[in-house]
C-alpha cells in the first residue's frame, strides 16, 4: 500500500517560491491501478517523483507498506527504490545497448551474475511480446516497441509498484491501446500496482479502477472511476469529463431524466446501441452529449442522455445487460 500524507512540494523563486503540491493525501491500494490524473501543470509529475523521493516533499510523508520513507539511509532508500519502478513518455534507453542488455542493465546494477540476468531479461521480453527483439537496438524499434523494452526493464527486480509518468502520450491510438493492454496484462499476472500520470481521460477510461483529480496541486476528487465518470462533483472533475462545458450539458430539463453511459471497451462498435434500446423499449432516448471512440471492435467513452421522466431505471437495465457498459443516473447538477 502506498499512503500520501499531506504532501506539499515547494520550489523556491521569487516571491517566497511555488507551490507544486498542497496538503496531497492519497491512499494506494495493493493490486490497484491507479490514475492521477489533471491538467497540465496541475503538479503530476512532481507528484509521482515524490512517490519514490526522487523529489522529497517539503512537508508530508510518503509510506510504502507503513514504511516512512524519508527516514530511510540513503542504501535504504536505494534497495527500497527498486520495489518502485518507473516508466517514461521518453522511454529512456540506452542508445549503445541491445534490448536484452537494457533489461540486463538495472540486474547488473543489482549484482545479479551475467548468467541470471540474461536468462531474466529473455523471459520479461517475452512477457512484453518481443522475443525476437532481444538483439536489436532501440533505434531499430518502433516508439510502441521502445516503450514495451522499457517495461521489461522496469519490471526486471520484481518491484512492486510501477510508476507510469505519461507513458503514453507519444503513440499514437492504436499503440496506446495496446501498451495499456500490456500493463493491465501484467497487473493481473503478478498482482503489481501500477500508478499512472496522464492528462488524457481515455488513458484513465481503459486501464484505472480508481483515480484522482489533482487542479493546480490540489487533490480536486477521488474515487472510483465508474463513478467519477458518471457523477463528476467537483469542477474540475467535471472540466475533464465534460471538456466542451459540463454546466451547459447537465442543466435541469423539464420532464428529462438523465443517464451517463460510459464504455469501458465494449464490443458495441457494430451495434445502434441506443437506437436499438429505443426502438425495443420504445423509449425515445435524446444524445445530449457525447465523448466515445472506436479501437479496434471496442467502443471507449462516454455518452449523456436525456431519457423521458420515469423511465430511467427501464434505461438503466436494458443498457446494463451490455458487457463492459457502466449506465447511471445523473441527478441534481453533477452530484
Known amino acids: 500500500m502506498i499512503e500520501l500524507r499531506n504532501l506539499t512540494k515547494t520550489f523556491p523563486g521569487p516571491n517566497g517560491g511555488v507551490q507544486a503540491l498542497k496538503d496531497v493525501s492519497l ?6 491501478i491507479y490514475g492521477i490524473i489533471g491538467m497540465s501543470g496541475a503538479g503530476k509529475s512532481t507528484l509521482v517523483r515524490c512517490i519514490n523521493l526522487l523529489e522529497r516533499p517539503t512537508q508530508g510523508t510518503v509510506l510504502l507498506d507503513g514504511q516512512d520513507l524519508s527516514t530511510l539511509s540513503q542504501k535504504d532508500l536505494r534497495q527500497t527504490r527498486r520495489k518502485i519502478a518507473m516508466i517514461f513518455q521518453g522511454f529512456h534507453l540506452l542508445q549503445q545497448r541491445t534490448c536484452l542488455k537494457n533489461v540486463c542493465f538495472p540486474l547488473e546494477l543489482a549484482g545479479v551474475s551475467r548468467v541470471a540476468a ?5 523471459e520479461l ?3 512484453v511480446g518481443l522475443p525476437d527483439k532481444a538483439g536489436a537496438y532501440p533505434s531499430q524499434l518502433s516508439g510502441g516497441q521502445q516503450q514495451r523494452v522499457a517495461i521489461a526493464r522496469a519490471l526486471a527486480t520484481d518491484p512492486k509498484v510501477l510508476l507510469c509518468d505519461e507513458a503514453t502520450s507519444a503513440l499514437d491510438p492504436n499503440t496506446t491501446h495496446a501498451i495499456l493492454g500490456l500493463i493491465r496484462q501484467i497487473n493481473r499476472q503478478t498482482g503489481i500496482t501500477v500508478v499512472v500520470i496522464t492528462h488524457q ?13 489533482l487542479d493546480n496541486g490540489v487533490v480536486a476528487e477521488t474515487g472510483e472511476v465508474s463513478r467519477l465518470f458518471s457523477r463528476p462533483s467537483s469542477p474540475a472533475a467535471r472540466r475533464l ?5 459540463a454546466d ?11 443517464l451517463r453511459v460510459v464504455f469501458h471497451g465494449a464490443r458495441t462498435t457494430r451495434t445502434p446501441l441506443i437506437a436499438k434500446m429505443a426502438m425495443e423499449l420504445n423509449l425515445p432516448a435524446n444524445i445530449l ?9 471496442k467502443v471507449y467513452g462516454s455518452l449523456l442522455l436525456g431519457v423521458p421522466q420515469g423511465r430511467a431505471r427501464e434505461a438503466i437495465a436494458y443498457l446494463q445487460n451490455v458487457p463492459d457498459v457502466l449506465a447511471e443516473e445523473v441527478t441534481g447538477h453533477a452530484e
Open 289 to 297: 452529449s457525447a465523448s466515445t471512440r472506436p479501437i479496434g471492435e
Open 27 to 32: 491512499t494506494i491500494d495493493d493490486g490497484d
Open 241 to 245: 469529463v465534460f471538456p466542451q462545458g
Open 118 to 122: 540474461r536468462q531474466r531479461a529473455g
Open 201 to 213: 481521460m481515455s488513458v484513465v477510461e481503459e486501464i484505472c479502477n480508481r483515480v484522482a483529480i
Open 248 to 258: 451547459e450539458v447537465l442543466a435541469p430539463c423539464p420532464g428529462e431524466d438523465r
Open 125 to 127: 521480453l517475452e512477457l
